[in-house]
């Protein structure tokens, strides 16, 4: 199942438009993937395994407002011997406003090459392991 952050918009988060401007999503869906990352290793340090982001795509729904708070939905997608992808969805007031897919892998920092997920980050993604329904 997936693990729900909330978020509070800051006036920051806003363009020159008044909008929330796009790459606040970005920020949102990375601080909400903390927690994942705490499961995956409570020191934030991933020594002696690495973590790599191999990609972001975010995609954009509808606007969100800066007054109301922001619901961040995180699952994981697909898990494979050396990666996985997680999902993520931003909510406001009953409306999905963005979703987004981030792809890790395992990473060895001192060899500089992707390694087999260890024992302990494979057990915090299957955590959280969600195929949500077709829509």
């Known amino acids: 199942m997936y693990y729900v952050q909330t978020i509070g918009p800051a006036f920051s988060d806003t363009n020159a438009a008044g909008h929330i401007d796009h790459l606040a999503y970005a920020d949102w869906f990375d601080r909400a993937r903390t927690y994942l990352y705490r499961e ?10 690495g973590l790599a982001v191999v990609t972001t795509t975010v995609y954009y ?68 392991y969600w195929e949500p329904e077709a829509k």
């Open 61 to 128: 729904d509808q606007e969100a407002s800066v007054v109301e708070d922001v619901e961040v939905r995180t699952w994981t997608s697909k898990i494979g011997r050396k990666s996985f992808e997680t999902r993520q969805e931003a909510w406001q007031n009953g409306e999905r406003l963005a979703s987004c897919k981030t792809v890790f892998c395992g990473f060895d920092f001192d060899k500089r090459t992707s390694e087999p997920l260890c024992d302990d980050y494979r057990a915090a993604v299957e955590m959280y």
């Open 40 to 49: 995956m290793d409570p020191t934030l340090v991933f020594r002696p395994h």
